[in-house]
């Protein structure tokens, strides 16, 4: 077994936290898995794994041995692609991250194109509302959806998300329908946050010409910290939300929804894929990130 080998199977094994499981991804012997990992540790001189009998977990020197595994073979795969014309020939497997609404309204039902043109990509979808580690969870990239925090990742913007107040109608049969910011003080926010135990500033909307945005202070009894539940506590008539249109227009088309106070809409929410800080991307994950670029610009046309 060359070193190259030894390190695929490294990475494996670091991203998914078990040798048993490398050894069936890889189709390879168990102690074939091990063999490897002991000898990269023997040559570097380090360990790289704590091992339990539950769990594997990379030690300090393991994850920054992971980091450069990564780089190198990627550099390798695109040592390999660098001279292939044919789609056909792009292989290898994709870890992607994705909020759940772009992937339910927006990439799944385009992904079989894709899939077409790339026949020998197998792409893995994980849809979280949390923040997932890009490199220690093994991702190619992930989308985000509004503003980024500092971080070491590469950031490309690819498109934002019109934001659209709704409720439903049996809330607005009950509370009535807002024509002004001052009507909001007799209605119920759903709030969405990502950690629970914290609240938003309040209803937000753009003040034009200016462009500056402003909070409205409301009452909210319902907080959810899920796009999904978000989603279902406005359409069972707990209250306001602003969401993005790609996942409201259905149930507004369908009477379900009932779009308020168009005049006063937040700010649109920006989207951009994140990777690691690497020189060089694996030519399946340029293409497709490629890809999901152009199906957010869509939405513009």
């Known amino acids: 077994m060359n070193q190259i080998d030894a390190m695929q199977i490294y990475v494996s094994v670091a991203e998914l936290s078990s040798f048993t499981l490398a050894a069936q991804s890889l189709n390879l012997p168990k102690s074939s898995i091990s063999t490897a990992v002991q000898r990269l540790e023997n040559m570097l001189g380090a360990r790289l794994l704590h091992r339990t009998t539950r769990h594997v977990q990379m030690t300090q020197d393991g994850q920054v041995f992971y980091r450069r595994c990564k780089d190198i073979l990627a550099d390798m795969e695109d040592l390999q692609s660098l001279f ?73 913007n690819v498109g934002q998300l019109e934001l659209l107040n709704c409720a439903s109608p049996d809330y607005l049969s009950t509370c009535g329908t807002p024509q002004c910011l001052d009507d909001l003080a007799k209605h119920q926010l759903i709030y969405y946050v990502t950690t629970l135990g914290t609240k938003p500033s309040g209803f937000e909307y753009v003040e034009y010409p200016a462009k500056t945005i402003r909070h409205v202070a409301m009452a909210g009894r319902v907080t959810v910290n899920n796009s999904d539940a978000y989603e279902a506590a406005c359409l069972a008539g707990l209250g306001i939300i602003q969401a993005p249109r790609i996942g409201m227009q259905p149930h507004i088309n369908r009477g379900a929804l009932v779009e308020i106070l168009p005049e006063y809409r937040a700010q649109p929410m920006p989207i951009s894929l994140l990777y690691g800080n690497r020189h060089h991307l694996p030519k399946r994950v340029y293409v497709f990130m490629n890809w999901l670029e152009e199906q957010l610009n869509n939405l513009r046309d």
């Not at 497997?93 to 043109?117: K, N, Y």
């Not at 197998?122 to 580690?133: A, F, K, N, P, Y």
């Open 84 to 156: 292939q014309q044919d789609s056909t020939d792009l292989k290898g497997r994709l870890r992607i991250d994705m909020p759940m609404g772009i992937a339910r309204t927006i990439i799944m039902p385009r992904l079989s194109e894709f899939m077409a043109l790339y026949p020998n990509i197998d792409i893995e979808v994980s849809c979280t509302d949390r923040l997932v580690d890009v490199v220690h969870e093994g991702f190619d990239c992930v989308l985000r959806v509004g503003s980024l925090s500092d971080s070491t990742l590469i950031a490309r």
